[in-house]
């Protein structure tokens, strides 16, 4: 069983910033992307950033300059460094990874991210 147990979210004021964590443990193999998506209230869930194994971040327009996806292998976790945080960010944010063999996709529980300002 997989498990991705996320880390970090929690209240900042606008021009804060923040750490998220996500750890992926259990029978997982052949990991190929990792990465970010958020949903505030009312909206779709969007993605964030992406980050496929040997190859570039990929990032939303809207946190393009601002948050930094990166991905440690060895210990199957992959963080996102967000700074300059707005309002406009506050969401529940899930950390996702996709696997190739086989071909899957597993979410974190989500965690809440609050920007005042």
């Known amino acids: 069983q997989v498990q991705l147990v996320e880390s970090g979210g929690g209240w900042v004021q606008a021009g804060g910033s923040l750490r998220l964590s996500c750890a992926a443990s259990?029978?997982?193999?052949?990991?190929?992307?990792m990465g970010w998506y958020r949903q505030a209230p009312g909206r779709q869930r969007e993605l964030v950033a992406t980050i496929i194994a040997g190859g570039s971040p990929n990032y939303a327009g809207s946190v393009k300059g601002r948050f930094t996806v990166s991905r440690d292998n060895a210990k199957n976790t992959v963080f996102l460094q967000m700074s300059s945080l707005k309002p406009e960010d506050t969401a529940v944010y899930y950390c996702?990874?996709?696997?190739?063999?086989?071909?899957?996709?597993?979410w974190g529980q989500g965690t809440q991210v609050t920007v005042s300002s």
């Open positions: 996702y990874v996709g696997t190739t063999i086989p071909r899957n996709v597993y």
């Open positions: 259990g029978s997982i193999f052949s990991i190929n992307a």
